[in-house]
Every structure is written in structure tokens, then in C-alpha cells.
């Protein structure tokens, strides 16, 4: 039987496995990232969201290789008391809640300031007073605009540019 390889750090230190409070583990990237963290790594995954539908298949009990290695939170990080305590149970917290609904930033703008600043405030402040470390991940209208709305309307450029950024929303 083969033996995995062992992963290193860039100082060649084998990785440790690690725990890690990923937020927004039911939307499009925290889905693909936790299916990428449970194959490819020994960490465990609390996986918070409100929505489990996109991982569900992580968490089937078939899923024996690395059942016991994710345990999903149904939470909302607007009003959720338990959130400051999976904080402190991680190693490091990966936030990606967001509103990336491209329609919602004009039919709903002040609800995707608040889901995509206000509301992260507390994450931040769990991390810092906890001296836990952080990926925080945004999405482009915190400029205000879509990168492509600042192009030429006849740059060809504009139309990729928007084409992609509809898709990673």
C-alpha cells in the first residue's frame, strides 16, 4: 500500500492539520474550497452558512473519508450567538459570506453593504480579540462599482470583464 506524501510548508516542515471556521461554506467558492481542503489536506472544516445545499455531499455519512473531519453550522452571522465560540475552536477563520447576486446591488444596496461589511465586523473582532487569524474575502462592489463599469463601453475588455465577474458572483 502507498503511503501519502507529506505535505511542507514552505520553511519544509511537514503541515500540521489545523481547524478551520470556514463562513460561507454553503455558497460557490466555499463549497469548491472546502471539497478542495477535505481532499487534499488532514484539516477539519466547521463549516458555517445558512444554506448546506452545495456541500450536503460532504456531510453524508457515506462520505466516511473524512466525515468525522467537517461538522456544518446552520448560522446566520448577523444574529448568531454560537459564532464568537466556533471562532475560538479555529485555528484560522475563512470568511466568505457575502450578497453576490449582481441584481441585488441595485434592488438591494444597503442590504449588500451591510451582509458584505457591517455585518463581518464581528468576525473581525472575534478574530482580533481571540488572536486568531483571518482570510477575509470580499467582492468587487466595495469600490462602488464593477471593474467593468470603469472600461471604455466599446472595449472589448468590458464585456469579458463583466461576463466574468457575473460568473464568479
Known amino acids: 500500500m502507498a503511503t501519502a506524501a507529506v505535505k511542507l510548508d514552505l520553511d519544509g516542515r ?37 444554506y448546506n445545499d452545495k456541500i450536503k455531499h460532504l456531510l453524508e455519512p457515506e462520505s466516511t ?34 450578497i453576490c447576486t449582481p441584481a441585488d446591488y441595485n434592488t438591494r444596496p444597503l442590504d449588500t453593504i451591510y451582509s458584505n461589511f457591517i455585518d463581518a465586523l464581528p468576525v473581525v473582532k472575534y478574530c482580533s480579540e481571540n488572536n486568531k487569524r ?18 471604455p463601453k466599446d472595449s472589448p475588455l468590458r464585456q469579458v470583464t463583466l461576463a466574468f465577474e457575473l460568473k464568479i458572483c
Open 14 to 50: 511537514p503541515i500540521k492539520p489545523m481547524t478551520i471556521c470556514m463562513i460561507g461554506a454553503g455558497g460557490f467558492i466555499g463549497s469548491h474550497l472546502c471539497e478542495k481542503i477535505l481532499f487534499e489536506t488532514p484539516h477539519k472544516i466547521l463549516a458555517l452558512d445558512v
Open 65 to 98: 473519508t473524512w466525515t468525522d473531519r467537517i461538522q456544518f453550522h446552520r448560522l446566520n452571522i448577523k444574529h448568531d450567538s454560537r459564532l464568537e465560540g466556533l471562532i475560538k475552536m479555529a485555528d484560522l477563520t475563512i470568511n466568505l459570506a457575502a
Open 134 to 151: 483571518l482570510i477575509h474575502f470580499s467582492t468587487c462592489e466595495v469600490y462602488g462599482k464593477t471593474i467593468g463599469s470603469f472600461l
